[in-house]
């Protein structure tokens, strides 16, 4: 089984889940995806449902990969890029039924906050590749930037905020799992209105 590649063919045209998946079914993003544990199990509970894992680190998306190969997972494809990059200009508009973006990098120091994903152009591109009615779902152990976050997306005027999604146990990510019972976790949930 090859799990598509990690890097696009063509950068400046947005990719076709059709084509990259072959299967029809919902759309969903893990932006940031990390080594890959909330990809792999929330693939294996909804086998109908399509995931792209998108993240910067080569050695964490082949570590996925090799996953995928020894678990059978193929509704599974992988994308070694810079997530604001994707979400601009390789996502197809209106097509991506939930995004997953937990413990992204939260600079702390204020003069890395420039490096922070977070700003009006990401979401810009963010919201343009959701379907109406679809939903980012957002986690982070850093609350300033948690309360950042949910400020910028509370005023976004296609935004609506929703139930916070807070996965089951067997879905948590690698950085959840260190920080739960640690530290406090921050999560917000935010639907595209129609
Ligand atoms: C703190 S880790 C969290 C990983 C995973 N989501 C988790 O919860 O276990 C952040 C991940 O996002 C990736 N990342 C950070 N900034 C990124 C960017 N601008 N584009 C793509 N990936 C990025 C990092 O390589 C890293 O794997």
């Not at 947005?14 to 299967?23: K, M, R, T, Y």
């Not at 792209?52 to 994308?79: C, F, P, Q, S, T």
Request: charged share 30%; net charge positive.
């Amino acid at each position: 089984m090859t799990t598509w590649r990690y890097i696009p063919d063509d950068w400046l045209t947005p990719l076709d889940p059709a084509a990259v998946f072959g299967e029809p079914g919902r759309f969903e993003v893990d932006l940031g995806c990390g080594k890959g544990r909330f990809l792999l199990a929330r693939a294996e509970h909804h086998p109908g449902t399509r995931l792209l894992g998108i993240d910067r680190m080569l050695k964490r998306i082949r570590k996925i990969d090799n996953k995928l190969n020894a678990r059978g997972i193929a509704n599974v494809r992988l994308l070694r890029i810079e997530a604001y990059y994707a979400v601009t200009y390789l996502m197809p508009k209106d097509a991506v039924s939930t995004c997953y973006l937990f413990f992204p990098d939260p600079w702390p120091k204020k003069k890395h906050h420039g490096n922070r994903l977070f700003n009006e152009r990401f979401l810009d591109g963010l919201e343009r590749m959701l379907s109406p009615g679809g939903v980012l779902h957002v986690a982070t152990d850093h609350l300033p930037y948690f309360e950042d976050i949910r400020g910028i997306l509370s005023q976004r005027d296609r935004l609506t905020e929703s139930k916070p999604f807070v996965p089951a146990e067997s879905e948590q990510t690698d950085f959840e799992r260190w920080y739960l019972g640690k530290k406090e976790i921050g999560r917000c949930s935010f639907t595209l209105r129609d």
